[in-house]
């Protein structure tokens, strides 16, 4: 869960299912917002001490997002733009400090499951999404939390690398 595709993804996975329950008009913008402000995070860079800080605010950042599908009156137009560019700064960063930039086009198309996710909140079955993202925030709690504990076997390189 320290690098790779797999991180930016459940991030895009999780503003999929916060645009879900925005209106259809705040999807384009949002998912064009995710995809400028990631490309060119990547292509910026970043030093490598920022590795610690994008993985906590990439974390955060599934958690706010994942939250959002469990707004009473669904995710505005404003906060669906303001998810994506979120969303595209910490996937950016976790890439430039930890993947490859083809991790960018492996992680970005988990957005569009706000295609399925409109249909299943438009058909009445939004339970599912729901359950699905409460999943989401407890993998980020738990992605965030293993290296703030004392360090496990098998996290840091022991005496013999």
Partial sequence: MRGGALPPA??????????????????????????TCACAVVWRGLD???????????????????AAVHLPRGVPIWLAVALG???GAWAGAVIAVAGAPVDLARSLPAAL???????????G?????????SWLIAVALLAASLPLITP?????????D
């Fill in 10 to 35: 459940l991030l895009c996975a999780a503003l999929g299912f916060a645009l879900a329950f925005a209106p259809r008009r705040a999807i384009l913008p949002s998912l064009l917002a995710l995809a």
């Fill in 48 to 66: 490598a001490s920022w590795r610690d800080g994008a993985f906590i605010g990439c974390w955060i950042s599934v958690i706010a997002a994942a």
């Fill in 85 to 87: 560019l979120n969303a």
């Fill in 113 to 123: 499951l706000c295609l399925p996710g409109a249909w299943l909140v438009a058909t």
């Fill in 125 to 133: 079955r939004r339970i599912a999404l729901k359950v699905a993202a």
């Fill in 152 to 160: 496990t076997p098998g996290y840091v390189p022991d005496h013999m």
